[in-house]
């Protein structure tokens, strides 16, 4: 089980290799469940930019600035998440994370391509919240 569209956040390649281990571990007939964002979550999210300054924290544990920026890659279907941290002890770190979004058709692709079967996918369970979007598809498919 994957949880919060930790499915979205592989490239293309470690999506793969995800897919092959996880249906190699499942016994026969076992599940695989999963959500991810839909494609109504270009609605949700915004190409922007930001900054902060923080004290300890998330980021860090010690004085810096975050300078963020969303960046959209349509043609990928994945918008990328950058986050700058600039230490006050004169060190950056550069955080990347990545969120996909699917239609079903693209979930079946890939499902049936790596040998999944008895595709379920269940809509609208999540009502607004501030995690990052209530557009998001579960999936539960078997070996």
């Known amino acids: 089980m994957l949880i919060y569209c930790d499915f979205g956040t592989f490239s293309n390649e470690n999506r793969a290799v995800l897919l092959q281990k996880i249906h190699k571990a499942l016994k ?11 494609e109504v979550f270009k609605e949700d999210k915004e190409v922007n930019k930001d900054w902060y300054a923080g004290r300890e924290g998330f980021w860090a544990y010690e004085d810096h600035v975050v ?31 990545y969120d996909h979004y699917y239609s079903e058709k ?12 008895n595709h379920r996918f269940c809509y609208e369970m999540i009502v607004d919240n501030d995690f990052a979007s209530k557009n998001v598809v579960f999936v539960a498919t078997q070996k």
């Open 28 to 38: 026969p007939g076992g599940f695989f469940v999963f959500d991810v964002f839909t």
């Open 67 to 97: 300078l963020s920026e969303v960046f959209h890659y349509p043609e990928e279907k994945v918008y990328l998440n950058q986050d700058i941290v600039l230490l006050d002890s004169n060190k950056f770190e550069v955080y990347r994370s």
């Open 106 to 117: 693209d979930l079946l692709h890939l499902l049936d391509e790596n040998e999944y079967r």
